[in-house]
């Protein structure tokens, strides 16, 4: 993984000098609605598996925030290649409520995965309004995943529980794959002078490949991310 990490790193760097006529930086942060597209086989199980419990299990979208820095490489006025890296959070929230036999109680479990981003989307200005589309792939390459689980039971809190998500590549061993590839659309509008504009864009962005494990052992079996998000950039010209 390192040595795609940086021949990628290495590529963009070497094409930049060579066809940029413009370069520019920025940070950029943003907030979102993550969430976790599972296959028809994995609802089932969940919806079986709570009959049997006799629990309404719920899956919610879950708020993430995401921050690092984006560059973009000028070609000419209309079009520009834009990478960077970003540190992005993403999951979903599992909510079950329990009524029967006289007890009721509900339990809430937290997913949290947190990817390092690389982008590779071109930019495409529309007319002189500062507005463009933004597409393109990204690899992600996950750091950590973890869930946190709480319950109730008849009104009193039960407690909190973290546990670690492995990631890797072996289904025996890990549920979390450790690259994720997504697909990156957006549109987005400049406010400010053109050499240090702010950017303001609303991006989709659809996982390409299950970023489960438990694929590979069963094909039918898999998860997606769908994360949905506006984010701000402020720009800073370098050259010319």
């Keep these: 993984m390192r040595a795609l990490f940086t021949f990628l790193i290495l590529s963009i760097s ?10 520019r930086i920025a940070p950029v942060v943003g907030v979102g609605v993550t969430s976790v597209l599972n296959s028809d086989k994995i609802k089932n199980a969940y919806n079986q598996y709570g009959s049997i419990l006799g629990l309404d299990v719920k899956h919610r979208p879950a708020i993430k925030a995401n921050f690092g820095v984006w560059a973009d490489y000028s070609f000419n006025e209309k079009m520009a290649f834009r990478s960077g890296l970003l540190i992005s959070f993403k999951g979903e929230t599992v909510t079950m409520n329990y009524n029967e036999y006289g007890e009721s109680g509900s339990g ?6 947190t990817y390092l981003e690389l982008p590779l989307m071109l930019n495409y200005k529309i007319g ?27 009104g009193e809190f039960g407690g909190t529980e973290t546990e670690v998500i492995e990631i890797g590549s072996d289904p025996r061993r890990h549920e979390v794959m450790p690259v994720d590839f997504a697909l990156n659309l957006g549109i987005a509008k400049d406010f400010g002078s053109s050499d240090r504009p702010l950017e303001v864009s609303l991006m989709v962005s659809p996982s390409l490949t299950p970023y489960t494990t438990y694929t590979k052992s069963d094909p039918q079996s898999h998860a997606r991310h769908l994360a949905i998000g506006l984010r701000a950039a402020y ?3 370098i050259n010319k």
């Design 128 to 154: 002189d309004s500062g507005m463009k589309l933004l597409f393109g792939p990204s690899i992600n390459f996950a750091l950590s995943a973890k869930a946190t689980g709480s319950y109730s039971l008849d």
């Design 108 to 113: 809430k479990v937290k997913q949290k995965l």
């Design 235 to 237: 720009f800073f010209s």
């Design 14 to 23: 070497l094409s930049s000098a060579t066809f940029a006529q413009d370069f």
